[in-house]
Protein backbone atom coordinates (compact mmCIF):
# COMPACT_ATOMS: atom_id res chain seq x y z
CA UNK A 1 0.00 0.00 0.00
CA UNK A 2 1.01 3.78 -0.33
CA UNK A 3 0.62 5.66 2.64
CA UNK A 4 0.98 9.41 2.75
CA UNK A 5 1.76 10.48 6.59
CA UNK A 6 1.62 13.73 7.61
CA UNK A 7 1.79 15.34 11.21
CA UNK A 8 1.57 19.00 12.89
CA UNK A 9 4.49 21.04 12.64
CA UNK A 10 4.77 22.22 15.90
CA UNK A 11 7.82 21.18 17.83
CA UNK A 12 9.23 17.17 17.14
CA UNK A 13 6.42 15.91 19.26
CA UNK A 14 4.04 15.24 16.25
CA UNK A 15 6.89 14.69 13.99
CA UNK A 16 8.81 12.26 15.98
CA UNK A 17 5.18 10.48 16.46
CA UNK A 18 5.04 9.94 12.62
CA UNK A 19 8.82 8.90 12.34
CA UNK A 20 7.71 6.27 14.99
CA UNK A 21 4.72 5.14 13.27
CA UNK A 22 6.20 5.17 10.03
CA UNK A 23 8.99 2.43 11.23
CA UNK A 24 6.06 0.20 12.40
CA UNK A 25 4.70 0.58 8.18
CA UNK A 26 8.06 -1.09 6.44
CA UNK A 27 7.46 -2.62 3.79
CA UNK A 28 4.45 -0.21 2.54
CA UNK A 29 5.50 3.07 0.65
CA UNK A 30 5.39 5.48 3.01
CA UNK A 31 5.35 9.08 1.69
CA UNK A 32 6.03 11.69 4.79
CA UNK A 33 4.28 15.44 3.46
CA UNK A 34 5.33 18.19 5.88
CA UNK A 35 6.68 22.05 6.22
CA UNK A 36 8.56 23.31 8.50
CA UNK A 37 10.23 21.38 11.34
CA UNK A 38 8.33 18.39 10.64
CA UNK A 39 10.18 18.64 7.28
CA UNK A 40 13.33 19.38 9.25
CA UNK A 41 13.60 16.12 11.39
CA UNK A 42 11.68 13.96 8.45
CA UNK A 43 14.70 15.15 6.52
CA UNK A 44 17.15 14.37 9.41
CA UNK A 45 15.27 10.56 9.99
CA UNK A 46 14.90 10.11 6.29
CA UNK A 47 15.62 6.45 6.77
CA UNK A 48 11.85 6.14 8.46
CA UNK A 49 10.43 7.04 5.07
CA UNK A 50 10.53 5.83 1.44
CA UNK A 51 9.82 9.23 -0.09
CA UNK A 52 9.94 12.93 1.66
CA UNK A 53 8.06 16.13 0.15
CA UNK A 54 7.97 19.64 1.66
CA UNK A 55 4.44 20.85 1.22
CA UNK A 56 5.78 24.45 1.86
CA UNK A 57 7.57 24.24 -1.30
CA UNK A 58 4.73 22.86 -3.76
CA UNK A 59 1.64 24.12 -2.34
CA UNK A 60 0.05 21.53 -4.71
CA UNK A 61 1.89 18.68 -3.47
CA UNK A 62 -0.28 17.58 -0.83
CA UNK A 63 -3.58 17.18 -2.20
CA UNK A 64 -1.99 15.12 -5.40
CA UNK A 65 -0.87 12.74 -2.31
CA UNK A 66 -3.83 12.20 -1.18
CA UNK A 67 -5.14 11.12 -4.52
CA UNK A 68 -2.48 8.84 -5.06
CA UNK A 69 -2.63 7.42 -1.12
CA UNK A 70 -4.33 4.04 -0.56
CA UNK A 71 -4.02 5.30 3.14
CA UNK A 72 -3.74 8.70 5.15
CA UNK A 73 -2.00 8.82 8.99
CA UNK A 74 -2.32 12.44 10.31
CA UNK A 75 -0.40 13.26 13.73
CA UNK A 76 -2.39 15.92 15.31
CA UNK A 77 -2.87 17.50 11.70
CA UNK A 78 -6.46 18.30 11.12
CA UNK A 79 -6.33 19.77 7.93
CA UNK A 80 -4.71 16.63 6.59
CA UNK A 81 -7.62 14.72 7.70
CA UNK A 82 -10.12 17.57 6.40
CA UNK A 83 -8.36 17.10 3.44
CA UNK A 84 -8.84 13.10 2.72
CA UNK A 85 -12.27 12.66 4.05
CA UNK A 86 -12.73 15.49 1.69
CA UNK A 87 -11.14 13.64 -1.18
CA UNK A 88 -12.60 10.35 -0.19
CA UNK A 89 -9.25 8.58 1.01
CA UNK A 90 -9.75 6.25 4.59
CA UNK A 91 -7.43 8.33 7.23
CA UNK A 92 -6.39 7.47 10.86
CA UNK A 93 -5.99 10.63 13.29
CA UNK A 94 -3.15 10.15 16.16
CA UNK A 95 -3.32 12.19 19.17
CA UNK A 96 -1.12 12.43 21.76
CA UNK A 97 -3.05 15.51 23.59
CA UNK A 98 -6.62 14.82 23.30
CA UNK A 99 -7.32 15.96 27.43
CA UNK A 100 -5.60 19.31 26.33
CA UNK A 101 -6.97 20.95 23.67
CA UNK A 102 -9.37 23.73 24.51
CA UNK A 103 -12.95 23.89 23.51
CA UNK A 104 -14.63 27.03 24.02
CA UNK A 105 -17.27 25.75 21.22
CA UNK A 106 -20.04 23.28 22.67
CA UNK A 107 -18.93 19.51 21.61
CA UNK A 108 -22.11 18.95 20.48
CA UNK A 109 -21.94 21.59 17.97
CA UNK A 110 -18.59 20.54 17.01
CA UNK A 111 -20.58 17.33 16.08
CA UNK A 112 -22.99 19.19 14.35
CA UNK A 113 -21.30 21.04 12.12
CA UNK A 114 -19.59 17.33 11.19
CA UNK A 115 -22.56 15.19 10.74
CA UNK A 116 -23.94 18.40 8.10
CA UNK A 117 -20.75 18.04 6.65
CA UNK A 118 -21.35 14.67 5.90
CA UNK A 119 -25.22 15.01 4.46
CA UNK A 120 -23.19 16.97 1.85
CA UNK A 121 -20.51 14.83 1.21
CA UNK A 122 -18.01 16.94 2.83
CA UNK A 123 -18.30 19.65 -0.47
CA UNK A 124 -18.94 22.20 2.66
CA UNK A 125 -16.34 21.00 5.25
CA UNK A 126 -14.21 23.72 4.72
CA UNK A 127 -16.84 26.46 5.20
CA UNK A 128 -18.53 24.27 7.85
CA UNK A 129 -15.21 24.18 10.11
CA UNK A 130 -13.82 27.38 9.85
CA UNK A 131 -15.25 29.25 12.60
CA UNK A 132 -13.69 26.41 14.73
CA UNK A 133 -10.06 27.14 17.00
CA UNK A 134 -7.32 24.70 16.02
CA UNK A 135 -7.88 22.92 19.10
CA UNK A 136 -11.62 22.82 18.19
CA UNK A 137 -10.72 21.18 14.49
CA UNK A 138 -8.42 18.33 15.81
CA UNK A 139 -11.29 17.41 18.14
CA UNK A 140 -13.59 17.84 14.40
CA UNK A 141 -10.62 15.40 13.01
CA UNK A 142 -11.33 12.85 15.50
CA UNK A 143 -14.99 12.24 14.52
CA UNK A 144 -14.80 12.42 10.78
CA UNK A 145 -11.63 10.28 10.99
CA UNK A 146 -11.90 6.49 10.07
CA UNK A 147 -10.37 5.59 13.24
CA UNK A 148 -8.00 7.36 15.67
CA UNK A 149 -6.05 7.08 18.13
CA UNK A 150 -5.13 8.50 21.61
CA UNK A 151 -2.12 8.36 23.60
CA UNK A 152 -2.96 8.31 27.33
CA UNK A 153 -2.92 11.11 29.94
CA UNK A 154 -5.26 12.11 32.66
CA UNK A 155 -8.48 13.01 30.95
CA UNK A 156 -7.45 11.35 27.70
CA UNK A 157 -10.63 8.64 28.52
CA UNK A 158 -12.83 10.84 29.81
CA UNK A 159 -12.96 12.55 26.15
CA UNK A 160 -12.62 9.26 24.57
CA UNK A 161 -16.15 8.37 26.07
CA UNK A 162 -17.44 12.07 25.62
CA UNK A 163 -16.60 11.80 21.73
CA UNK A 164 -18.45 8.01 21.80
CA UNK A 165 -21.57 9.42 23.08
CA UNK A 166 -21.38 12.11 19.88
CA UNK A 167 -21.45 10.00 17.41
CA UNK A 168 -17.56 8.79 17.10
CA UNK A 169 -17.44 4.76 16.27
CA UNK A 170 -13.32 4.18 16.35
CA UNK A 171 -11.45 6.27 18.48
CA UNK A 172 -9.09 4.07 20.58
CA UNK A 173 -6.98 4.68 24.06
CA UNK A 174 -3.40 3.83 23.42
CA UNK A 175 -0.58 3.51 25.18
CA UNK A 176 3.18 5.92 24.10
CA UNK A 177 3.25 6.53 20.84
CA UNK A 178 7.08 6.15 20.24
CA UNK A 179 10.19 3.86 17.99
CA UNK A 180 9.37 1.20 20.62
CA UNK A 181 12.33 -1.13 18.66
CA UNK A 182 15.03 2.11 19.31
CA UNK A 183 14.55 2.17 23.01
CA UNK A 184 14.32 -1.82 23.31
CA UNK A 185 17.47 -2.89 25.03
CA UNK A 186 19.45 0.67 24.18
CA UNK A 187 22.55 -0.21 26.95
CA UNK A 188 23.05 2.00 29.88
CA UNK A 189 26.97 2.94 28.92
CA UNK A 190 28.77 3.63 26.34
CA UNK A 191 32.64 5.50 25.88
CA UNK A 192 31.15 8.50 24.86
CA UNK A 193 28.66 8.85 27.38
CA UNK A 194 27.72 12.79 28.59
CA UNK A 195 27.49 14.03 32.21
CA UNK A 196 23.88 16.16 31.09
CA UNK A 197 22.26 15.60 28.47
CA UNK A 198 19.86 18.61 27.86
CA UNK A 199 16.63 18.01 25.10
CA UNK A 200 14.79 21.15 24.63
CA UNK A 201 13.03 19.42 21.40
CA UNK A 202 12.08 21.13 18.14
CA UNK A 203 11.26 24.27 19.70
CA UNK A 204 9.63 25.99 16.70
CA UNK A 205 5.54 26.35 16.65
CA UNK A 206 2.99 28.11 16.14
CA UNK A 207 5.16 31.07 17.54
CA UNK A 208 8.54 30.23 18.79
CA UNK A 209 10.90 30.32 16.07
CA UNK A 210 14.55 29.82 15.72
CA UNK A 211 15.30 33.33 14.38
CA UNK A 212 12.12 35.15 16.38
CA UNK A 213 9.98 34.87 19.59
CA UNK A 214 13.71 32.97 20.51
CA UNK A 215 14.14 34.14 23.98
CA UNK A 216 13.61 30.38 25.16
CA UNK A 217 17.20 29.77 22.97
CA UNK A 218 18.95 32.69 24.18
CA UNK A 219 18.63 31.57 27.95
CA UNK A 220 19.67 27.95 26.99
CA UNK A 221 22.59 29.33 25.19
CA UNK A 222 23.26 31.52 28.27
CA UNK A 223 23.11 29.48 31.20
CA UNK A 224 24.47 26.53 29.83
CA UNK A 225 27.97 27.78 29.57
CA UNK A 226 27.26 29.12 33.49
CA UNK A 227 26.00 25.67 34.34
CA UNK A 228 29.62 24.21 33.15
CA UNK A 229 31.22 27.02 35.63
CA UNK A 230 29.29 26.17 38.32
CA UNK A 231 29.63 22.38 38.00
CA UNK A 232 32.91 20.94 37.86
CA UNK A 233 31.90 17.86 37.90
CA UNK A 234 30.20 18.45 34.69
CA UNK A 235 32.36 17.92 32.08
CA UNK A 236 30.11 16.98 28.90
CA UNK A 237 26.74 18.43 28.54
CA UNK A 238 25.04 17.81 25.61
CA UNK A 239 22.18 19.94 24.39
CA UNK A 240 20.32 18.70 21.57
CA UNK A 241 17.55 20.58 19.91
CA UNK A 242 16.08 21.96 16.38
CA UNK A 243 17.13 25.75 17.40
CA UNK A 244 20.87 23.46 16.92
CA UNK A 245 20.63 21.90 13.51
CA UNK A 246 22.96 22.51 11.11
CA UNK A 247 25.07 25.63 10.88
CA UNK A 248 23.30 26.71 14.06
CA UNK A 249 25.22 24.12 16.09
CA UNK A 250 27.18 25.44 18.35
CA UNK A 251 30.52 24.47 21.36
CA UNK A 252 31.49 25.95 24.25
CA UNK A 253 34.68 25.17 25.94
CA UNK A 254 35.06 25.92 30.18
CA UNK A 255 38.18 24.92 31.67
CA UNK A 256 38.16 22.19 29.43
CA UNK A 257 34.67 21.06 30.07
CA UNK A 258 33.04 20.91 27.14
CA UNK A 259 28.85 22.00 25.93
CA UNK A 260 27.84 20.90 22.30
CA UNK A 261 25.01 22.46 21.05
CA UNK A 262 23.79 20.30 18.43
CA UNK A 263 20.56 18.03 16.86
CA UNK A 264 21.18 14.29 16.79
CA UNK A 265 18.71 11.87 14.41
CA UNK A 266 16.39 10.11 16.61
CA UNK A 267 18.13 6.70 16.66
CA UNK A 268 21.65 8.45 17.46
CA UNK A 269 19.70 10.83 20.21
CA UNK A 270 18.16 8.15 22.38
CA UNK A 271 21.33 6.14 22.99
CA UNK A 272 23.05 8.99 23.94
CA UNK A 273 19.73 9.77 26.41
CA UNK A 274 20.07 6.15 27.60
CA UNK A 275 23.58 6.46 28.38
CA UNK A 276 23.81 10.09 30.11
CA UNK A 277 24.51 11.18 33.94
CA UNK A 278 21.48 13.05 34.11
CA UNK A 279 18.63 13.61 31.47
CA UNK A 280 17.10 17.46 31.50
CA UNK A 281 13.89 17.84 29.26
CA UNK A 282 11.35 20.73 28.52
CA UNK A 283 8.33 18.33 29.37
CA UNK A 284 7.16 17.58 25.94
CA UNK A 285 5.00 13.81 26.42
CA UNK A 286 7.05 12.41 23.69
CA UNK A 287 10.34 12.91 25.14
CA UNK A 288 9.06 11.91 28.82
CA UNK A 289 7.38 8.51 27.45
CA UNK A 290 10.98 7.71 25.85
CA UNK A 291 13.09 8.55 28.90
CA UNK A 292 9.97 6.34 30.98
CA UNK A 293 10.98 3.44 28.27
CA UNK A 294 14.75 3.81 28.90
CA UNK A 295 14.35 3.44 32.95
CA UNK A 296 16.19 7.30 32.86
CA UNK A 297 14.02 9.47 35.47
CA UNK A 298 14.41 12.98 34.08
CA UNK A 299 14.56 16.74 35.54
CA UNK A 300 11.68 18.68 33.88
CA UNK A 301 13.06 22.05 33.00
CA UNK A 302 11.35 25.34 32.57
CA UNK A 303 8.22 25.49 30.20
CA UNK A 304 9.14 26.81 26.82
CA UNK A 305 5.28 26.72 25.73
CA UNK A 306 2.41 26.50 27.28
CA UNK A 307 1.31 22.74 26.75
CA UNK A 308 4.50 22.04 29.16
CA UNK A 309 2.51 23.72 32.07
CA UNK A 310 -0.27 21.83 31.22
CA UNK A 311 2.25 18.55 31.56
CA UNK A 312 3.30 18.77 34.23
CA UNK A 313 0.03 19.93 36.02
CA UNK A 314 -1.61 16.49 34.59
CA UNK A 315 1.48 14.66 36.49
CA UNK A 316 1.00 16.51 39.55
CA UNK A 317 1.82 14.60 42.89
CA UNK A 318 4.85 12.47 40.61
CA UNK A 319 8.34 12.73 41.72
CA UNK A 320 8.92 14.41 38.28
CA UNK A 321 6.47 17.26 38.98
CA UNK A 322 7.82 17.91 42.42
CA UNK A 323 11.21 18.06 40.80
CA UNK A 324 10.52 19.87 38.06
CA UNK A 325 11.69 23.18 37.46
CA UNK A 326 9.21 25.73 36.52
CA UNK A 327 9.51 29.71 35.44
CA UNK A 328 6.94 30.29 38.52
CA UNK A 329 9.51 29.89 41.18
CA UNK A 330 12.08 31.47 38.89
CA UNK A 331 10.81 34.50 37.57
CA UNK A 332 8.90 37.21 39.75
CA UNK A 333 6.01 38.51 39.06
CA UNK A 334 5.40 35.42 36.59
CA UNK A 335 2.01 35.36 35.49
CA UNK A 336 0.52 33.41 32.30
CA UNK A 337 -2.69 33.37 31.01
CA UNK A 338 -4.31 29.71 30.82
CA UNK A 339 -4.07 29.80 26.73
CA UNK A 340 -2.49 27.91 24.27
CA UNK A 341 -1.22 30.90 22.13
CA UNK A 342 -1.49 33.61 25.09
CA UNK A 343 0.06 31.43 27.07
CA UNK A 344 2.73 30.98 25.08
CA UNK A 345 3.53 34.44 24.01
CA UNK A 346 3.70 35.49 27.42
CA UNK A 347 5.99 33.11 28.45
CA UNK A 348 8.22 34.89 25.69
CA UNK A 349 7.92 38.15 27.73
CA UNK A 350 8.81 36.74 30.84
CA UNK A 351 11.78 35.22 29.49
CA UNK A 352 12.57 38.54 27.35
CA UNK A 353 12.45 40.01 30.45
CA UNK A 354 14.42 38.00 32.51
CA UNK A 355 17.04 38.50 30.07
CA UNK A 356 17.25 41.94 30.24
CA UNK A 357 17.62 42.20 34.13
CA UNK A 358 20.92 40.84 35.29
CA UNK A 359 19.65 40.56 38.58
CA UNK A 360 16.83 38.65 37.64
CA UNK A 361 18.90 36.18 35.75
CA UNK A 362 21.07 35.68 38.67
CA UNK A 363 18.30 34.59 40.69
CA UNK A 364 17.19 31.99 37.51
CA UNK A 365 20.90 30.42 38.09
CA UNK A 366 20.88 29.97 41.68
CA UNK A 367 17.29 28.47 41.13
CA UNK A 368 18.19 26.30 38.47
CA UNK A 369 21.38 25.30 40.68
CA UNK A 370 19.20 24.32 43.38
CA UNK A 371 16.62 22.22 41.60
CA UNK A 372 19.81 20.55 40.18
CA UNK A 373 21.61 19.72 43.31
CA UNK A 374 18.34 18.01 44.51
CA UNK A 375 17.72 16.36 41.75
CA UNK A 376 21.58 14.49 41.42
CA UNK A 377 20.82 14.05 45.23
CA UNK A 378 18.30 11.94 44.04
CA UNK A 379 19.02 7.96 45.13
CA UNK A 380 18.82 4.79 42.45
CA UNK A 381 15.70 3.57 44.31
CA UNK A 382 13.56 7.30 44.49
CA UNK A 383 13.94 7.65 40.28
CA UNK A 384 13.16 3.88 40.07
CA UNK A 385 9.73 4.63 41.91
CA UNK A 386 9.41 7.68 39.67
CA UNK A 387 9.68 5.91 36.81
CA UNK A 388 7.60 3.22 37.59
CA UNK A 389 4.47 5.41 39.15
CA UNK A 390 4.62 7.68 35.80
CA UNK A 391 4.59 4.02 33.79
CA UNK A 392 1.53 2.88 35.60
CA UNK A 393 -0.27 6.60 35.31
CA UNK A 394 0.50 6.52 31.91
CA UNK A 395 -0.15 2.92 30.17
CA UNK A 396 -2.11 1.64 27.60
CA UNK A 397 -2.62 -0.97 24.63
CA UNK A 398 0.15 -0.89 22.94
CA UNK A 399 0.22 1.18 20.00
CA UNK A 400 1.80 -0.87 17.98
CA UNK A 401 -0.67 -3.51 18.21
CA UNK A 402 -3.72 -1.56 17.10
CA UNK A 403 -1.83 -0.21 14.13
CA UNK A 404 -1.68 -3.43 13.37
CA UNK A 405 -5.73 -4.40 13.42
CA UNK A 406 -6.09 -1.02 11.71
CA UNK A 407 -4.16 -1.40 8.42
CA UNK A 408 -3.42 -4.73 6.04
CA UNK A 409 0.43 -5.64 7.14
CA UNK A 410 2.59 -6.39 4.34
CA UNK A 411 2.51 -9.93 3.15
CA UNK A 412 4.68 -12.41 5.58
CA UNK A 413 4.69 -9.41 8.16
CA UNK A 414 3.20 -8.06 11.07
CA UNK A 415 3.01 -4.87 11.51
CA UNK A 416 5.29 -3.46 14.48
CA UNK A 417 7.54 -6.81 13.94
CA UNK A 418 11.22 -5.67 13.59
CA UNK A 419 12.48 -6.90 10.49
Known sequence: MRILLGAQSCGFGPISKLTAVSRAL?????????????????????????????????????????????WVVSVMDADLVFRAVTAGRPVMLVDSL?????????????????????????????????????????????????????????GAAERISRLYALGATRVHLTGPIVDEPALADVPREADDAVDVMINIGGF?????????????????????PDLLSDWPGFDRISVCGGGYAGDRAARTVIGGRVAEFHC???????PAVASARHYLLTPGLTAIHESLLLGHLPMALPEQHYGHITNL????????????????????????????FDG????????????????AYARFRRGMNEHLEAFTALDEATRAAGVAELRALLHGPSFSSLLGGILPAPAGQLIGEVR
Request: one cysteine or more; glycine letters at 6%.
Open 26 to 70: DGHYRVCAGATVAADFAQQNADAFDELIDTGADAGALDREIQLAD
Open 98 to 154: LAFWKLDTPAERIAELCDRSRRTGFATLAEDLAGLSPHEQIYAAHLLADVSAAQNFP
Open 204 to 224: KNFLLDYSRNNEYLRLVSRWV
Open 264 to 270: LPQRTFI
Open 313 to 340: EGLSGTVLERHGSRFAGLIEDYQVPADD
Open 344 to 359: TAAIVRHVGRLLEDDT
